[in-house]
């Protein structure tokens, strides 16, 4: 998946080459041409400075532009006047309409492609989408673009050095030369200004559409770790989606009991394709490392599988694919009228991506063909699995998407499961006044509570599972820059808890003894709620 340094790095080497290679054909036209696609990609540049171009936070009062993205827009400002003079020299009229090198076309193209995947992270009316559009908002993320910025700045004024050299007009010499100056200062004063850039902000992803992309037997298996990362994107998605209810299709108490079975399996394939593959391992830290890390997984998939079953005896009546087993309506209750049909609902995409990422799991360990309602049969030779997923570190960072991601969804199910209008059949939450013809009844606060302590033991052992991956990946000798990201990430999910509408859906909250929850595990306490 492509991220925003490898855009920024697209740009700056189409850049670099036009600047070194030659002026084919070279004339006055070309040159011109040449020229006003470079005005065009510095235009790009200053539209994705300040508030207008990516701000997460939908406010009037905007924030002025820091000093070095000031900087860049005043030199780079001056740097496109001079340009437009050179032009003038050159050619007045006809370089309207010449094609430029198309190396500064793909230049332009990743330009725009930086601003489009951050405001890819924000809905129409700003407000973030996903947890990562939030590290865009600080000093030192407004400095990392500003100083990857004054990078395309440097290499723009190469090419406007390139164009000087041999343009026949002397007023279009000089032109190139001012403009180079100032895109030099443009580089210079910005780097000096942004020294607090968080570099890892690189490593920033695309924001893929909650839109499930069906695995099938055809595909590849050397394929599967980058469809099960595009799954993990959209998994997180919808997981922050969940947790501040900004989609008209909630998950339904149905869709998080599949997808807490489906998330433990996922977490057993994961920790068997790891064993598989140390079996064939030297004894050393990677082979140690890689058991660990199968253990925690397997105790990620019982965490998953507890919280499902606390679904047992819940229910959903907005979408009962998932109900708790109950004896047929009687003769009176059906001549009476009392029984209605259950309506028909299709699944939240996020339950169907997360049966997808089973079946990628399960490819890549035992073939294209696998699917979970199939026995498992024979492995796949290790060496395979290692060579589709890239190696152990690869392999590693892979599985360590699915703990990242896993841990943003069990931080929002206790929510989702808040706002879904549950009801229940458990007798001893029975009210004693309550109709004995009714066999469901409005959904009791200690089931509730019940559900956000499992998923917080589900949060733990995610956590976990991320840190037993994190340092299989660094035996290995494979960075995950990603992982600084996702843990900064984390943090705003269980910091922001305004975000999260304080009004209740469910009926009064209770006092009740609560269960002992490690308090930085707890996530979706409203504010002010008693403990």
Known sequence: MTTLGELFDVAVDSLTDVARGPLAPDSAVDRAALAGAVDSLLLQVQKSLG????????????????????????????????LVTARRYLSPREADGVRADGRITSAVQAVGAVRDMIN?????????????????????????????????????????????????HPGAVDAFAKARTSLDHASVYARATARDADHALAAFPAALPVEPVQATAADPTR???????????????????????????????????????????????????LLHVSENLEEGPVRDGLKSAAAALRESS???????????????PGDPREHPPVPPP?????????????????????????????????QLVFGPQWTPEQPPGATRPAVDVLSDSGGVGRLAVSTYRLSATGWQMAAAAPWAARRAGLV??????????????????????????????AYSAVMGAEQKSAAALLSVAQSAGTAVPR???????????????KWVTAQPTQGPPRDLPRAHVPIDLVVGRRPGMRR
């Open 483 to 497: 992982a600084a990201l996702d843990a900064a990430a984390h943090r705003t999910i269980a910091q922001e808890q």
């Open 302 to 316: 019982h965490a998953w599988k507890a919280a499902a079953a606390v679904w047992e005896h819940i229910a959903d």
């Open 120 to 168: 890819g992270h924000l809905s129409p009316d700003r407000a973030p989408l996903t947890p990562y559009a939030y590290l865009v908002r600080h000093q030192t993320a407004f400095d990392y673009l500003a100083h990857r910025y004054s990078e395309i700045a440097r290499a723009a004024g190469q090419v406007v050095h390139r164009l000087a050299q041999g343009a026949e």
């Open 330 to 362: 009687g003769y009176p209750q059906v001549r009476q009228g009392k029984v209605a049909k259950m309506p028909s609902v299709d699944p939240h995409p996020a339950a169907v991506i997360s049966r997808t990422s089973v079946v990628r799991l399960g």
């Open 424 to 453: 229940t059949n458990a007798d001893r939450y029975r009210p004693a006044d309550l109709d004995e013809a009714r066999r469901f009844y409005p959904v009791h606060p200690r089931q509730l509570e019940a559900l956000t302590v």
């Open 51 to 82: 508030p207008q171009a990516y701000t997460p936070v939908a406010t009037a009062e905007e924030r002025p532009l820091t000093v070095a993205e000031r900087n860049l827009d005043d030199c780079i400002g001056q740097a496109r006047e001079h």
């Open 223 to 273: 394929a599967v770790t980058a469809h099960l990362a595009d799954d993990c994107e959209r998994l997180s998605r919808a997981a922050y989606v969940a947790l501040h209810d900004r989609s008209d299709h909630r998950l339904s108490g149905s869709d998080l009991k599949q997808m807490s079975r489906w998330n433990g399996l996922g977490r057993l394939l994961a920790g068997r394709a």
